[in-house]
């Protein structure tokens, strides 16, 4: 049987997501976030942004714990689509706040079954999450919020005059406003 990878997972995912009863506006492969040190393999996208990590029968699911750190800072949901023979590792390992999806192949059909359901993030921090926008989404959100910016200005300061005067709830909602219309469907 052929195993159960990224590459077979993720386009089933995608769908899983578009058809879901809570459909996304848009649905993100790979989104490059804190700086580009780290890339969200799926992000569903409504009025915020919801990281789907995707860890197939090879991969090593160790290295959530590392890449837990990068998604939670920048996500105010992340949930874990893995397969059986990491069920065991993710459920112990893996931050509780995370969902977890158990991915199975039933006689050639790809089933996602919900483990857990993703809580909100205590850890999400909306200046790390900033970094995700391009510096020129950066100033034009910052000018829309009558912000003082000048475009000499780093990203990283940008972010934080936008993160020290604005509420989570804000953010949130705007980067995954910024980044949906970047995306073309």
């Not at 205590?122 to 926008?133: G, H, Q, R, T, V």
Request: aromatic content about 8%.
């Amino acid at each position: 049987m052929i195993a159960l990878n990224d590459k077979r997972i993720r386009p089933k995912l995608k769908k899983f997501l578009i058809t879901n009863s809570k459909k996304p506006i848009k649905v993100v492969d790979e989104l490059h976030i804190n700086f580009g040190t780290a890339i969200a393999d799926v992000v569903a996208i409504d009025r915020y942004m919801h990281c789907f990590e995707i860890k197939g029968e090879t991969d090593k699911i160790q290295r959530i714990e590392t890449q837990g750190k990068v998604l939670d800072s920048s996500f105010p949901k992340v949930t874990l689509v893995t397969t059986e023979n990491h069920l065991v590792y993710a459920l112990k390992n893996s931050p509780e706040h995370w969902g977890i999806i158990k991915v199975s192949n039933d006689k050639g059909k790809i089933i996602f079954r919900s483990i857990r359901t993703a809580k909100t993030n205590p850890n999400f921090n909306k200046e790390i999450a900033l970094f995700s926008l391009w510096k020129s989404e950066l100033l034009s959100f910052s000018l829309s919020n009558n912000f003082e910016v000048a475009e000499r200005m780093n990203k990283k300061v940008i972010s934080k005059l936008i993160s020290n005067n604005l509420s989570s709830k804000k953010v949130i909602e705007a980067i995954a406003e910024i980044i949906s219309q970047r995306i073309k469907s």
